[in-house]
């Protein structure tokens, strides 16, 4: 039989990996979280409002990178409701430590409450309460996300979930923004993202402050199926599967001739498919509109 063997080093960076995403340490003591290695890291903040912490999940999934390898070798998450094994006074109190000292990326992922801030409370405080404290003190703010970027889902419920920059501008907080939209946003416009930030490297954005790298053509640019469009060859019957695998869907409700974003180039799942490749029509969800202004996703655009 055939024995798996690792070396000490890779034991240690699997172990470590392991305790810097529950929110451990080697040595627990107190109410220590993070070790001391992981302090001397860029930190970063990771707030949730109203959201299905679909985002996380998807950076969560991403095989390369991987979020070990993020925390080992780029960044310290000093924060995060979801991911983290602290919880209660203790993980509150992570947040509050971080916050005063300041100098983080803060990433918020979700909608706030524009309509009443008691829609959306955690511990006790409106999340735009904990935003507003949290942005005073990041070195730049991201956005993750269709709904922290600009309301999303939520902005079309009685909550009237507003994007980070409405909190911004209603604050007077003058904070870099970097917005990456998408329900969820892709794992790697986030990495890509704070990678680019910690080297020191200039992020070129449009006018919804989206990086022009991952956003720069729309899908349209590059679908499979725009051949298909070129050519007038438009899909109107699902059980047809000769239009079903290749016709262009605009018929059918598509918005990727109108929405930003670099899928068919990157696509999803590691490089696996993505929305059109997949004869599901673009719902346009990188873009301000989604969702209210784009519903119903699949009746065809005027």
């Given at each position: 039989m055939?024995?798996?063997?690792?070396?000490?080093?890779?034991?240690i960076?699997?172990?470590?990996?392991?305790?810097a995403a529950?929110?451990?340490?080697?040595?627990v003591?107190?109410?220590e979280l993070?070790s001391s290695?992981s302090?001397?890291?860029?930190?970063v903040v990771w707030l949730?409002?109203q959201?299905?912490?679909?985002?996380?999940?998807?950076?969560l999934?991403?095989?390369e990178?991987?979020?070990k390898?993020?925390?080992?070798d780029?960044?310290?998450i000093?924060?995060h409701?979801t991911?983290?094994?602290?919880?209660g006074?203790?993980a509150?109190?992570?947040?509050?430590e971080a916050?005063?000292e300041?100098g983080?990326?803060l990433?918020?992922?979700?909608s706030?409450p524009a309509?009443d801030a008691r829609?959306?409370r955690?511990?006790?405080k409106?999340s735009?309460?904990?935003?507003v404290?949290a942005?005073?003190?990041?070195?730049?703010?991201?956005?993750?996300?269709?709904c922290?970027?600009y309301g999303?889902i939520?902005?079309?419920g009685?909550?009237?979930?507003?994007g980070?920059?409405?909190?911004?501008?209603?604050h007077g907080?003058?904070?870099?923004l970097?917005?990456l939209?998408g329900?969820p946003?892709?794992?790697?416009w986030?990495?890509?993202?704070?990678?680019?930030f910690?080297?020191?490297?200039?992020i070129?954005?449009?006018?919804?402050?989206r990086?022009?790298?991952?956003?720069?053509?729309?899908?349209?640019d590059?679908c499979?199926?725009?051949p298909?469009?070129n050519a007038?060859k438009?899909?109107s019957?699902?059980?047809?599967?000769?239009e079903?695998?290749?016709?262009?869907?605009?018929l059918?409700?598509c918005?990727?001739?109108?929405?930003?974003?670099?899928?068919?180039?990157?696509?999803?799942?590691?490089g696996v498919n993505?929305?059109?490749a997949n004869?599901?029509?673009?719902s346009?969800?990188t873009?301000?509109?989604f969702?209210?202004?784009l519903?119903?996703?699949?009746a065809?655009?005027?």
């Amino acid at each position: 039989m055939k024995l798996f063997t690792i070396t000490r080093r890779q034991f240690i960076k699997m172990v470590s990996g392991g305790l810097a995403a529950l929110g451990l340490t080697p040595k627990v003591k107190g109410t220590e979280l993070f070790s001391s290695t992981s302090l001397k890291k860029p930190a970063v903040v990771w707030l949730e409002a109203q959201d299905c912490a679909g985002c996380t999940e998807s950076v969560l999934s991403c095989l390369e990178p991987d979020l070990k390898t993020f925390l080992l070798d780029t960044a310290a998450i000093r924060y995060h409701e979801t991911i983290m094994k602290a919880e209660g006074s203790i993980a509150e109190s992570a947040l509050d430590e971080a916050v005063n000292e300041g100098g983080y990326i803060l990433v918020v992922e979700g909608s706030i409450p524009a309509a009443d801030a008691r829609f959306c409370r955690v511990s006790g405080k409106s999340s735009e309460e904990t935003f507003v404290k949290a942005a005073g003190n990041a070195l730049v703010i991201i956005a993750i996300g269709a709904c922290a970027s600009y309301g999303g889902i939520p902005r079309a419920g009685v909550t009237g979930g507003q994007g980070v920059s409405y909190f911004l501008d209603k604050h007077g907080i003058n904070k870099t923004l970097i917005n990456l939209p998408g329900c969820p946003c892709h794992p790697l416009w986030f990495f890509d993202t704070v990678t680019a930030f910690l080297n020191g490297e200039i992020i070129r954005i449009d006018a919804y402050k989206r990086p022009l790298k991952h956003f720069g053509q729309t899908i349209h640019d590059n679908c499979p199926r725009r051949p298909r469009y070129n050519a007038n060859k438009f899909l109107s019957d699902w059980n047809n599967p000769g239009e079903r695998e290749s016709f262009c869907l605009a018929l059918k409700g598509c918005k990727g001739y109108t929405t930003h974003g670099d899928c068919p180039l990157i696509k999803w799942n590691d490089g696996v498919n993505y929305c059109t490749a997949n004869g599901a029509p673009c719902s346009g969800c990188t873009e301000p509109p989604f969702y209210d202004e784009l519903s119903p996703l699949y009746a065809r655009e005027e």
